[in-house]
């Protein structure tokens, strides 16, 4: 595949005016307006937490704070603005049908018709059964329903560390269930770990990771740990939350051959990994995998709230027993934003520069990695990165000060972004210029240099 496809011209960011920090962030509107809204907004994520910045503006892949400050984008809002801040042609489809017709329940409409009959044409395999709603978690719980009501069964099999969302259904199939709900968890959900590179449960002689334990593990489990009624195993084929963690080659391939010995459904929860981050329309297709039930969000509508659940030809009657619609999912507004996404993906060949993106990522990381002693690994697939901070390259002991302390200080640099402990998340948007992602890395690197020093961890 060609991949040093230019940039759009309209997203170029001109670096000798941005990063531009005009006052030290969080300044003192930002602050100011901070405190207004959190004397009633109370749920606010460990990273506003620790960098209360309040935003005014985004276009493409910069944002301005409130007191003048440009930032450039490392994090596309959270995994979603993967086509830039404000696509001019996401915004115009939006707007069209903001002046046109809002909602009409799920009656059928012609935006809605082209939009299935696009997905139908782009997604892999025989992905043609559709639904639509407004948020990636409300996909999640559908395509759970979907399994439970293509097969019969209604136990689900998920993994250590990814994430679902935070409903009953979606978070009895992550960890920290307990944190969010309390007590209860649907009953049936199992959970089993799965394979990550850089830190396996099982390797082989020669040290690398065994993919075939980790299957043979799960095929003891089916026999004597579930009551043998598995309607899904359900993952994110690469998991975002968790640290941009991705798969061994061969996991994905054997994990499909295992559904299908023991008659269980393969749903890829691909909400943060579709529509071009990793560089494919769907991240198992960098495996040839083709699950049965697969759910999209976040880039989807580039910001527009739309999600969707997909389902194979043989499976797609099910969505009808599962009282499926509901009040926003494919509205007009809903629709004409996602087909605009596939549109303009194609348009500016963007699955192509989200993998140049990625060689120029890699390539710089690794470097980042030998200058570096607290770089324990580094990771990327298209947009999709990551950088794991530890305290001792051997014992891989995860580094979160570290992490803490890289954030806030690149965030005042003029990096929007959002790591997660000891893991720099990064999810420039796909329409980067490659010197603003230089740029980017540039700053990221020079806070870890200052947090070596600072920990006294420098060379
Ligand atoms: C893989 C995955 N699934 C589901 C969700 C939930 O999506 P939403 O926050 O839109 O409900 C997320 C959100 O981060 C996610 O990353």
New binding site residues.
């Given amino acids: 595949m060609k991949t040093n496809i230019p940039s759009p011209a309209w997203a170029k960011v001109d670096l000798k005016k941005v990063p531009a920090m005009k006052v030290p962030a969080p300044g003192p509107k930002s602050k100011a307006v901070h405190a207004r809204c959190t004397k009633y907004f109370k749920g606010l994520s460990g990273q506003v937490k620790l960098f209360p910045v309040a935003f005014e503006s985004g276009h493409g892949c910069t944002m301005t704070d409130v007191d003048g400050n440009v930032y450039i984008d490392f994090s596309s809002g ?2 979603v603005t993967t086509l830039g801040h404000c696509h001019p042609k996401v915004t115009e489809q939006v707007q069209k049908y903001a002046g046109q017709l809002m909602n009409c329940h799920d009656f059928t409409t012609e935006i809605k018709t082209r939009l299935m009959e696009k997905m139908a044409a782009t997604l892999p395999g025989d992905l043609n059964g559709f639904q639509l709603y407004d ?6 719980e559908a395509g759970l329903r979907v399994c439970r009501a293509a097969t019969g069964k209604h136990e689900m099999i998920s993994c250590f560390n ?6 009953l259904g ?1 978070v009895s199939l992550a960890e920290y269930s307990a944190q969010v709900n309390g007590p209860s968890r649907v009953p049936g959900s199992h959970m089993v770990p799965r394979p990550n590179p850089y830190r396996p449960h099982w390797t082989k002689a020669d040290g690398t990771i065994d993919t075939d334990a980790y299957i043979a593990f799960y095929e003891e489990y089916l026999a004597r740990g579930t009551a043998r009624m598995v309607a899904a195993f359900v993952l ?1 084929p690469i ?3 968790g640290g941009s963690v991705m798969p061994p080659d061969d996991f994905l391939p054997k994990l499909r051959a295992l559904c299908d010995r023991h008659k269980m459904l393969l749903m890829a ?5 579709s529509m071009g981050r990793t560089g494919k329309w769907l991240a198992c297709e960098h495996w040839n995998t083709l699950p049965d039930v697969v ?1 999209l ?2 880039g989807f509508g580039n910001g527009f ?1 739309v ?1 969707a659940v997909c389902v194979r030809e043989p499976y797609k009657e099910s969505i009808e027993k599962i009282s499926a619609s509901s009040s926003y999912g494919g509205n007009p507004m809903a629709c004409a934003a996602a087909l605009a996404c596939f549109e303009v993906i194609e348009e500016e060949n963007l699955l192509a520069r989200a993998t140049h993106l990625e060689q120029i990522a890699l390539k710089y990381m690794r470097g980042m990695m030998e200058r570096h002693p607290i770089v324990g690994d580094v990771r990327a697939k298209g947009c999709l990165m990551g950088v794991e901070l530890v305290k001792d390259r051997k014992a891989k002991t995860p580094f979160d000060a570290a992490g803490k302390l890289v954030y806030q200080k690149a965030f005042a640099k003029g990096l929007a972004w959002i790591p997660a402990g000891h893991i720099l998340r990064m999810s420039p948007p796909i329409v980067m210029d490659d010197d603003t992602l230089i740029k980017g890395l540039e700053i990221i690197e020079e806070s870890i240099g200052e947090t070596e020093k600072e920990l006294g961890y420098a060379k």
């Fill in positions: 959270i995994y948020c990636g978690t409300a996909a999640v990814d994430f679902h969302g935070k409903t979606a994110e998991q975002g939350w929860d691909e909400v943060l990994t759910t969000g976040k709230p999600t």
